[in-house]
């Protein structure tokens, strides 16, 4: 299969790229969680993964809600020359997100609600494409694990229609997936969540998509607001 070097003049096609697949319109689903009440009619978690969760959402009293963070971006694919790579700041609000790359060549995503804008930092650069169609049950399901994993209060949130499991080897690391029964299983194989083990913070996610390509953003320098 031919590799194809990114073509020149389109950072913001290539933003697109990296994050369309990660965010989109929010999504509510309910099924039942080994939390809250739903803790005596749901089966109970295996320890690993107990400890991995109350690990991330546990300390969410002693500190705020919001996050800023540094964040490094790249994706992965055999299509590629090389991989992509973007880096910038993160702004994260109850409800809201916006991802900053660095420089005027980059781009700026930012969420709100269920309305996703996507725009060049240059305002000379073209705007990116839309999200296409066939791929939101992906973007739901992955945006509403990604709102759950910033925000880190909400265990039910972060296991609604979702397969855990805790991964052996070094660090603490957790993976979620889309049940494979589930329309956004064609777009999504895993979520990959790194956390820091002291704070519970994430350190990196790595998205494994259906077709192979793995999107990874690692998280730095964060600070929690009110």
Known sequence: ????????????CFHVALWTCLIGPVVTVTHACPFGHAR?????????????????????????????????????SSLLYEPLRA?????????????????????????????LTIVANDPALAAGPAAARE???????????????????DAAA???GTEVSAPRGPGVQLDLAPPRTHPARRQVRQLRVRLAPDTGEILALELTEAGGDVVTL?????????
């Open 135 to 153: 791929g939101l049950a992906g973007r739901r399901w992955l945006q509403a694990r990604l709102f759950a994993l910033l925000a880190a209060r």
């Open 40 to 76: 005596a009619a749901a089966p109970a978690l295996p320890r690993a993964v107990a400890r991995r969760v109350e690990l991330l959402v546990g300390q969410s009293p002693a500190r705020g809600q919001g996050l800023t963070a540094r964040y490094r971006l790249t994706r992965s």
């Open 158 to 160: 972060l296991l609604a």
């Open 87 to 115: 880096a910038g700041s993160l702004v994260f609000t109850p409800g809201s997100l916006e991802l900053r790359d660095d420089g005027p060549d980059g781009a700026t995503t930012r969420l709100l609600g269920d309305a």
């Open 1 to 12: 299969m031919t590799r194809h070097p990114p073509p020149g003049g389109a950072r913001v």
């Open 218 to 226: 690692e998280l730095s320098d964060h600070r929690r607001t009110d």
